[in-house]
Each structure stands twice: as structure tokens, then as C-alpha cells.
T-cell receptor
């Protein structure tokens, strides 16, 4: 069974203090690893999809990387507006024919001025 | 270009009542997926629908829950005889036809927060 574990559960950073969020996964044949951002009272907002080990993607202060067992979301010089819950999800070969995302519980990030 | 629209945003029901949650996919999208987010839990897949067809309902509780996506109108997630444990945020996502999950990041709506009192 596919499993996704995110750590830490919560992270508090000072503005400008770079850090990384971790997503460890086990999946039967990775078809895609997804990162989403979720603000309170809102739905998940798509950030990145990674497909194979070694792949990296960047968007503003965020950079996502992927290995065979985990993904990292690096946040460089964060700002208070980066505060949100970051969700990781995987799609595997056995995941309901390629459409049922398996989500982790998320990392709640708070960036203080 | 409106995104995925869900309504109502908040819904309060007494135990034993029925809850109806609506989802209108993005324009041009014909695939709809429902997910549930329980407090302190991750998002869990419930059901995948295309117009007039339920493709996969393996994540739906066996009783009291049903979903439809008619030819015209929004997709409906229906919960009969609600219980306190049904209190959660219910999210809908949509994707275009002929694009599988790995090719498309899914667009989620803002969700319906159901509270059963």
C-alpha cells in the first residue's frame, strides 16, 4: 500500500530563515509526486509535479527535489506570506488507475516577521 | 476563467439530516474527483466520476454516501442520515478529458465544510 509521511508536522521560521520540508514515500511504481500549498479555509493549490529521481523544479522561493525514497521542498529566504500548510501526494501504478492521489498529513509552516 | 466551484462553503446539519454538496468543474473539464479531509488527517480519495458515470467509488463509505455527475449541472455528493463523524472538509477536484493524473496537477475547489451537530 502506498504511504506518504511528511515531517516536521509544524515548522516556525523567522523571515529570511531558509529550511526544508520532507516527504518520505513508499509506492509501487511512482507515476508522479505532487506538492500543494493549502491556506486556511481554502483548497489545495498546485505547486509542482516531479516524475523521476533527480528531478528538480523551482517557483519563486520554493524548490522541490526528488529521490527514490523522498522529496524535499526547500524554502529560501521565506516571507510571512509563505505561511501555509504544504501537502505532498503521490500517484503510483496501483493508485486507482492513475488518478487517486495519496496525500500526507502536511507540514504547517509559520513564517514570522 | 472560473476555477472549480463548490457550494455551499459551510454547511451545518443536525444528526440524521441529509447533506448535499455541489461541485462545478472548471470549464472544459469532464472528470470530477471528491476528497475528504478529516481533522488531523490527510486528504482521502472518495470517488471519481465522469459525466453520467461513476468510474471508481472505492473510497466512499459503503452506506449513506452517494455521488453523481449528471449530463447537465454540477456533481453532487450526498450524505444521508449524517452523523458527527461525517464532520469534515469535502473537496472537489477536476481535470480535463484525456489527461491522466500524472499529467495534470488537478485543480481543487475551496471545499465545503460540513459540521454535524
Amino acid at each position: 500500500e502506498d504511504q506518504v509521511t511528511q515531517s516536521p508536522e509544524a515548522l516556525r521560521l523567522q523571515e529570511g530563515e531558509s529550511s526544508s520540508l520532507n516527504c518520505s514515500y513508499t509506492v509501487s511504481g511512482l507515476r508522479g509526486l505532487f506538492w500543494y500549498r493549502q491556506d486556511p479555509g481554502k483548497g489545495p493549490e498546485f505547486l509542482f509535479t516531479l516524475y523521476s529521481a533527480g528531478e528538480e523544479k523551482e517557483k519563486e522561493r520554493l524548490k522541490a527535489t526528488l529521490t527514490k525514497k523522498e522529496s524535499f521542498l526547500h524554502i529560501t529566504a521565506p516571507k510571512p506570506e509563505d505561511s501555509a500548510t504544504y501537502l505532498c501526494a503521490v500517484l503510483g501504478l496501483n493508485s486507482n488507475s492513475g488518478y487517486a492521489l495519496n496525500f500526507g498529513k502536511g507540514t504547517s509552516l509559520l513564517v514570522t516577521p | 476563467n472560473a476555477g472549480v466551484m463548490q457550494n455551499p462553503r459551510h454547511l451545518v446539519r443536525r444528526r440524521g439530516q441529509e447533506a448535499r454538496l455541489r461541485c462545478s468543474p472548471m470549464k472544459g473539464h469532464s472528470h470530477v474527483y471528491w476528497y475528504r479531509q478529516l481533522p488531523e488527517e490527510g486528504l482521502k480519495f472518495m470517488v471519481y466520476l465522469q459525466k453520467e458515470n461513476i468510474i471508481d467509488e472505492s473510497g466512499m463509505p459503503k452506506e449513506r454516501f452517494s455521488a453523481e455527475f449528471p449530463k447537465e449541472g454540477p456533481s453532487i455528493l450526498r450524505i444521508q442520515q449524517v452523523v458527527r463523524g461525517d464532520s469534515a472538509a469535502y473537496f472537489c477536484a477536476s481535470s480535463p478529458p484525456k489527461m491522466d493524473g500524472a499529467s495534470y496537477g488537478y485543480t481543487f475547489g475551496s471545499g465545503t465544510r460540513l459540521t454535524v451537530v
